[in-house]
């Protein structure tokens, strides 16, 4: 996983990425086909990344648009860096969120949820998908677990594998214990 720090500001903790631990695939699972869910509307948005152990949460301002084929563009006003996404929905109100960046040769997932007026991104932790569910997959060849130093990376080989996970996890962690990022549109008062 070889994401630029500054880029993946946008959607998580940098200090969870460097220690892996998260639920990614070598190919893109979601396509203009089957990745066509729009949970957000497209505008300025800020974006605050919460560490999930309370601490205090750091915020930018996200421009987040969307093509005909639903593929979103997420673009931090002082970076240059792009990060696209795609979204497919798992349940009423949560979506299994494919990013990208634009010289990433990984897929990364989140679990996506709105949150009243907000929309918030949960990194899919590894560990934190039940082991019942990566031994499932794994078995079947739909998901290989890489076991590394700190932490232990879940590579998705198939949609089903992916939306399983995205679906154990949901299940398996709280809220408030997951790191996150809370979306919230600004108004088009606060966007000048």
């Given at each position: 996983m070889s994401l630029r720090k500054n880029r993946f500001r946008l959607f998580t903790i940098a200090a969870?990425?460097?220690?892996?631990?998260?639920?990614?695939?070598?190919?893109?699972?979601?396509?203009?086909?089957?990745?066509?869910?729009?949970?957000?509307?497209?505008?300025?948005?800020?974006?605050?990344?919460?560490?999930?152990?309370?601490?205090?949460?750091?915020?930018n301002r996200i421009d987040v648009s969307r093509d005909g084929a639903a593929l979103y563009t997420f673009r931090a006003e002082d970076e240059d860096e792009t990060t696209f996404a795609r979204f497919r929905r798992l349940a009423r109100g949560a979506w299994l969120t494919q990013l990208s960046g634009e010289e990433d040769e990984d897929y990364f997932y989140f679990l996506g949820e709105t949150a009243g007026d907000d929309f918030v991104m949960a990194m899919i932790v590894c560990e934190a998908i039940p082991e019942a569910v990566r031994a499932k997959y794994s078995a079947r060849g739909e998901m290989e677990v890489d076991e590394g130093k700190y932490a232990s990376t879940c590579v998705a080989k198939t949609l089903r594998a992916a939306i399983a996970g995205a679906k154990a996890f949901r299940s398996a962690t709280a809220p408030e214990s997951r790191l996150h990022t809370v979306y919230r549109k600004l108004a088009e008062a606060e966007q000048e």
């Open positions: 969870g990425l460097a220690l892996g631990g998260c639920l990614i695939s070598e190919a893109p699972l979601l396509d203009a086909k089957n990745g066509r869910a729009a949970p957000l509307d497209p505008g300025l948005y800020e974006a605050c990344e919460h560490d999930g152990e309370g601490g205090e949460p750091e915020c």
